[in-house]
């Protein structure tokens, strides 16, 4: 199974580029981000600071399923959307107000928007994706399409080439 090509990717960052020979290669394509990240329109402290969800992703031979973690948000301010062979997860995380007299707060969870991507290792058609969304947790099933399904075989091994 291709698992690389099923790696999600933040959406600051480009995607994984293949490893080159060339040692400066890694350091270049992180100031690049660093570039990138403070360029952003949104700013360099808004992206550092947004809540971002943990995701699993589990391939098969008959599937693809999605596991991510949405705690405290609710159902209507996810979207999830395919477009050819890109999945795009977004959606946005509300601070909850609370005493507006207090003088000192110290507030460790994240708010805010998020957004992850994903690419598939084929375009599915709307049928074959099921979500169920429990207990602050989105799973996602994604059926592959009978002519892209992995099949394992055994390759005999010779002495001589």
Same mark, same amino acid.
């Given at each position: 199974?291709?698992?690389? =090509?099923?790696?999600?990717?933040? &959406?600051?960052? =480009? ?9 400066? =290669?890694?350091?270049?394509?992180? *100031? ?29 031979? &008959? #599937? ?10 609710? !159902?209507?301010?996810? #979207?999830?959307?395919? !477009?050819?062979? *890109?999945?795009?997860? =977004? ?8 005493? !507006? ?6 507030? !460790? ?7 992850? *991507? *994903? ?11 099921? &979500? ?30």
């Amino acid at each position: 199974m291709a698992f690389h =090509s099923i790696i999600p990717f933040w &959406t600051h960052r =480009s995607p994984p580029k293949p490893a080159s020979r060339d040692p400066f =290669s890694a350091f270049r394509a992180e *100031m690049e981000n660093v570039f990138d990240r403070f360029f952003d329109p949104a700013g360099p402290v808004a992206r550092f600071g947004d809540f971002q969800p943990s995701m699993d992703v589990q391939e098969t031979d &008959t #599937e693809i399923r999605l596991k991510v973690d949405l705690p405290g948000i609710d !159902e209507k301010d996810i #979207e999830l959307e395919i !477009e050819d062979d *890109m999945l795009r997860l =977004s959606g946005e995380r509300h601070e909850e107000k609370e005493n !507006e007299g207090e003088e000192r707060r110290y507030v !460790e969870r994240r708010y805010g928007r998020f957004e992850r *991507m *994903m690419r598939l290792p084929f375009a599915p058609a709307d049928s074959d994706v099921q &979500t169920e969304f429990r207990k602050g947790v989105l799973s996602v099933r994604i059926k592959r399409p009978e002519g892209d399904r992995v099949k394992s075989r055994r390759i005999p091994i010779g002495r001589t080439l």
